[in-house]
């Protein structure tokens, strides 16, 4: 028998004492919610209510314990785990200090933790690594426990900074040097699906969504930052047919979903817009240029979608009879894949990267604290986040990327430092939901 397929919702304890006085709280038991973080459990609850969970884990420390409890208040029958493969990072030595009395009294460790956190070393123990051992003991010790169905199987997790970016991680293949690298906010909601099964590679749908705490995206502490937004839906995507590099514009669901990024986006202080040429993200970058009137939109021919050559304007079906297994083959190692007459993703990672520069480039040469709007294509976007994690175009599947979902990079130490991705494709301004309810159309 297959393996279930599995939706694992994780979500972060709501605000603490310690988050409020911007102290470390590691394992200690000491900090509590306080009325802004039950809040914030309470919208979690709201916010996943339509989601039919059939179990649900937890962490043993009272404040990721109080805000599973009060998600699951009003639900009857789904059973809460306490474990402590969920337990937040051991940073014994520090905890209850706050982070500027860290980098005043260890200066070198604050700066390796901050540089290289998988190699800080406290009181004999490498925090980093051991959290990730952790979560990769809690995936094992899951799918011991996965039973035998036919339906999808919802899971909620609830967690701390540490052990969610750690738990994400080892599903995606992310090493314990990108500790600092996928943002964790109070109460936000990262999604992870497993189509195929927990013994297979995991599809990371969403990750820190914090639009149902009534922020649209988290705030940014310093540096530039880019919005990358996923083009609206055109008919090819509705019938599931590969457009590549076919000039399709958006169908009407795609022009109100342009509108409803511009609309979502119409607060957000953007100082520079480019896009790829095709008419369809040139018309959704169009409509979020219309929100601002300072903004002039820049083309960059090599933000266009991957050329599928002799695949475009076939449906799946028709692949598969034109050109046996590579479909599957497309699917299950689309790194291997050489589109007849088009192009391969080794390709597409190359200008990607070229692309990705020069926005970066122009982006703090005219703007270094300013943020940056970036309108593309699916393999586009997966190209340009896959590279944020040093990833090869083996993790193509690996971020989702739906029509008109925003994506947020930050770049806190300025275009040569570390990127954080603070958000992965946040859809909720296009349907109200948390899951991505976009068309699961071809490229």
């Excluded at 805000?67 to 474990?83: C, F, N, Q």
């Excluded at 990730?132 to 996965?146: K, N, S, Y």
């Excluded at 988290?218 to 055109?234: A, N, S």
């Excluded at 047919?241 to 202080?269: H, M, S, Y």
Aim: glycine fraction near 6%; charged fraction near 20%; hydrophobic fraction near 40%.
């Amino acid at each position: 028998m297959a393996q279930p397929a599995l939706r694992i919702v994780i979500v972060r304890h709501g605000e603490s004492t310690f988050n409020l006085e911007s102290r470390i709280q590691g394992r200690s038991d000491l900090s509590r919610l306080t009325p802004t973080g039950e809040s914030q459990a309470q919208c979690v609850a709201k916010a996943l209510a339509g989601i039919p969970f059939n179990q649900a884990f937890c962490s043993p420390l009272t404040r990721a314990l109080d805000t599973a409890r009060i998600i699951l208040k009003d639900r009857e029958g789904i059973p809460l785990t306490v474990t402590e493969q969920l337990r937040e990072i051991d940073l014994t030595a520090w905890e209850g200090l706050t982070f500027a009395e860290v980098k005043e009294k260890y200066p070198d460790d604050h700066h390796l933790w901050r540089q290289h956190p998988e190699n800080l070393e406290l009181e004999g123990r490498f925090p980093v690594r051991d959290l990730w051992q952790q979560a990769r003991d809690f995936w094992q010790t899951l799918a011991q426990g996965i039973p035998d169905q036919e339906e999808l199987i919802n899971i909620l997790v609830v967690g701390h900074s540490g052990i969610n970016r750690a738990l994400i991680s080892t599903a995606a293949g992310l090493e314990p040097h990108y500790y600092h690298r996928l943002g964790q906010d109070n109460c936000a909601i990262s999604i992870l699906n497993f189509p195929q099964g927990i013994s297979f590679s995991p599809q990371l749908e969403s990750l820190n969504i914090t639009a149902h705490l009534g922020q649209a995206i988290p705030k940014r502490k310093q540096g530039m930052r880019i919005l990358l937004v996923r083009h609206g839906e055109t008919q090819w995507n509705r019938e599931q047919r590969f457009q590549g590099r076919r000039d399709i514009p958006l169908n009407a669901t795609g022009e109100e979903q342009a509108a409803k990024v511009a609309e979502f986006l119409a607060n957000q202080p953007l100082q520079l817009a480019f896009s790829s040429p095709l008419k369809r993200p040139w018309a959704t970058a169009d409509a979020i240029c219309n929100s601002h009137s300072n903004l002039i939109l820049r083309p960059i021919p090599d933000l266009q979608e991957i050329s599928h050559g002799d695949w475009e304007g076939k449906l799946q079906s028709e692949i598969e009879a034109e050109y046996p297994g590579e479909l599957e083959q497309w699917q299950r190692d689309p790194a291997s894949v050489q589109m007849p007459n088009g192009e391969n993703l080794y390709q597409v990672w190359e200008r990607t990267r070229l692309a990705w520069q020069d926005i970066l480039a122009t982006t703090e040469a005219q703007f270094p604290q300013g943020t940056a709007v970036v309108v593309a294509h699916d393999a586009i976007n997966k190209a340009a986040i896959c590279q944020l994690f040093d990833l090869s175009p083996r993790a193509f599947w690996t971020f989702k990327q739906g029509n008109g979902a925003v994506t947020v990079i930050d770049y806190p130490e300025g275009k040569d430092g570390a990127p954080v991705l603070r958000v992965l494709n946040v859809t909720t301004h296009l349907s109200g939901q948390i899951l991505d309810c976009t068309a699961a159309g071809a490229l």
